[in-house]
């Protein structure tokens, strides 16, 4: 891995020398492209942890594991579509993994009819997962309406948050 | 005199005798409910007398229970004892109905309380019509275990309340809700149940999964819930005497919630999502066997049976809203009933089978509200930032539901409103409450 790590660190040195003058070019990589610095942060990865791009922490943080919605849609949004498509490239990688979509409404509704929403976006995340490749077996999907908001306040900057399927990544049933 | 003492034997604990049938006498001590009361009826409730030593407390406790009921009505107002000027002290003398028309009590409601040697309380009562000079109704004599004496005291101010409104009661009622506890984002919740006036408190599960939306048995033997005990939402039965509970069907890859029971009790419809989608299902208990009611791509949820058991009354947003419709209680076309600005849930046939209770949602704020069933003069009964989840008295009168208060530390309550949109108060609970579920009245 270090090695491997140590490569791409060099590659970019390579290519500063010519082509990155824009120090956006290589951005979105593993972090730091472009710079000493960066593989040196990269060489000292802890397995599991954040900037292992194989962990479920590394799938919450950089990947990205939730979308949000606009108020009482389930369709899914530009951003969320980016997202999805970092969440598919992420599970089709690594493969040990499965995925519970957990879908959310704000608080402005009833409860039942929240739980029924709530469902619908968390389905969205599914079908448009599966669209992109990923095995539907792998992914499990369900509601908690409104019972569990991410932010608590009662104004919309919140309720914009709690709008929302977060995509929970967990260790294979079989391994 | 022939003044009969009726006398029902009430069961240990359960109190199984038949209700009394009290024929409401026609007179001018008489409050018409429906015309919603704005004065209410002054009455008169002395200490009940003690017909032996063991007595004194529960004397005192009864007539205290009897007047709460009344009073919390706000259809009644209470004379304090401190105006009385004369007093009851031997329940069969003759009442002095001058002494308690100089105070302007319209009505008199004597008692007395005795304890027998192996435990038995027994717990007999008039009603006066004081101006008439008359009792209103004859006596009646309640027995039961000292434990049970809240409920000797409701079915006192249940006869009370039927013989003077003309309408059956619904204090000795009880409620299951979802007990919360803890901050917005990690909220515990247990089901509770209680007596309607929140004494006799009980947990029925602990906090451990989220529990939602308990729903009585037609009889209050049972109650029907959504748990996340499993992991994903899913509709429990749970058996109130015995506290055992058990998952209604075991679906995978699909959620159940919003359950209610048919008016016989054997069946059950609720709200099963399968890819995304909400239906409605009906399924009888004992054989497990599941019937499809709606059939469609929008969200179908929260459906409640006429008293009849004829037809099912449930939210639909097929028309691009959430909004209220009516179909056959095995389902095929559906009418919708709400036509009003905002938007319509949560519906919940009344007991009586006059009207339809609902949640509204319109312009930033909630309603509850009632309709006639075909969807007709609509009346919101409260406003505010979030009211949700009606639930009917027994005699369709009173309606409870939740109340949300605003921001991070926002709490959910029980609160209670008459059916005239009067009388809005909170009903006391044990820390936070919502999801109320009022039972029947008890036998």
Redesign the interface.
């Known amino acids: 891995m270090i090695g491997t790590f140590s490569k791409v660190g060099a590659l970019c040195a390579v290519v500063a020398l010519s082509a990155c003058t824009n120090p956006n070019s290589l951005g979105g990589g593993f972090g730091g492209a472009g710079s000493g610095a960066g593989t040196d942060v990269n060489a000292g990865i802890v397995p599991g942890s954040a900037n292992d791009p194989t962990s479920p922490a590394y799938f919450q943080q950089t990947v990205g594991d939730r979308v949000l919605f606009v108020v009482d849609q389930s369709t899914l949004t530009d951003e969320g579509r980016a997202v999805l498509a970092g969440q598919a490239t992420w599970l089709q990688t690594n493969t040990d993994y499965v995925a519970v979509i957990e879908g959310h409404a704000d608080e402005q509704g009833t409860r039942e009819y929240n739980l029924a929403l709530g469902a619908r976006r968390a389905n969205a995340v599914r079908e448009y997962l599966v669209s992109q490749g990923v095995d539907g077996n792998r992914l499990k999907t369900l509601s908690y309406g409104k019972e569990r908001p991410a932010e608590i306040c009662s104004a919309e900057a919140c309720y914009s948050l709690n709008r929302r399927a977060v995509t929970i990544i967990s260790a294979g049933l079989t391994s | 005199m022939k003044k009969l003492i009726a006398t029902l034997m009430l069961g240990l604990v359960g109190l199984t005798a038949t209700a009394p049938v009290v024929h409401a006498q026609s007179g001018p001590l008489r409050i018409e409910i429906t015309d919603g009361v704005i004065e209410p009826l002054p009455y008169a409730v002395p200490n009940f007398v003690a017909e032996n030593s063991g007595a004194g407390q529960l004397a005192q406790d009864i007539a205290r229970v009897v007047a709460a009921d009344l009073s919390g009505t706000g259809l009644f107002r209470e004379i304090p004892s401190d105006a009385f000027i004369s007093n009851i002290t031997n329940f069969s003398a003759p009442v002095q109905f001058a002494d308690w028309k100089a105070i302007n009590a319209q009505a008199l409601i004597s008692g007395a309380v005795s304890v027998e040697s192996n435990g038995t309380v027994s717990v007999k009562f008039r009603v006066y019509d004081v101006f008439a000079g008359t009792e209103l109704g004859n006596g009646l004599r309640f027995s039961g275990t000292q434990d049970g004496w809240r409920r000797m005291a409701h079915k006192v101010a249940d006869a009370v309340y039927s013989r003077i409104t003309g309408e059956s009661g619904y204090f000795d009622s009880r409620v299951v809700y979802v007990s919360e506890t803890g901050?917005?984002?990690d909220?515990k919740k247990r089901l509770a149940i209680m007596d309607y006036d929140g004494a006799n408190l009980k947990f029925l599960t602990d906090s451990s999964s989220?529990v939602?939306?308990p729903r009585f048995s037609p009889n209050g033997d049972r109650v029907l819930y959504t748990s996340y005990e499993t992991?994903?939402?899913q509709v429990f039965v749970l058996d109130v005497g015995s506290v055992q509970r058990r998952v209604l069907e075991q679906q995978a890859?699909g959620?159940s919630?919003?359950p209610r029971f048919s008016p016989d009790g054997q069946d059950v419809v609720f709200?099963f999502?399968e890819?995304?989608?909400?239906d409605i299902y009906r399924m009888n208990i004992a054989s497990g066997q599941r019937t499809r009611l709606t059939s469609a791509p929008s969200?179908e949820?929260?459906p409640s049976f006429s008293p009849d058991g004829s037809k099912i009354v449930f939210?639909s947003?097929r028309s691009g809203q959430?909004q209220l419709y009516v179909m056959s209680a095995s389902g095929g076309n559906a009418t919708r009933i709400s036509f009003g600005q905002g938007r319509y849930?949560?519906p919940v046939w009344s007991p009586r089978g006059d009207l339809i209770a609902f949640?509204k949602?319109n312009k930033?704020r909630f309603h509850i509200g009632v309709m006639r069933v075909d969807g007709s003069e609509e009346r919101l009964l409260t406003a505010s930032?979030?009211d949700?989840?009606p639930t009917w008295a027994p005699n369709g009168r009173v309606i409870m539901f939740t109340r949300?208060t605003?921001?991070?530390n926002?709490s959910s309550s029980l609160y209670s409103v008459d059916v005239s949109g009067r009388n809005l108060k909170p009903v006391r609970t044990q820390g936070g409450g919502s999801?109320p579920s009022w039972s029947p009245l008890q036998q």
């Open positions: 901050p917005k984002d909220r989220i939602l939306a992991g994903f939402p890859g959620m919630f919003a709200s999502t890819g995304g989608n909400t969200i949820t929260a939210e947003d959430q849930g949560t949640t949602q930033g930032f979030l949700e989840g949300e605003q921001g991070a926002g999801d």
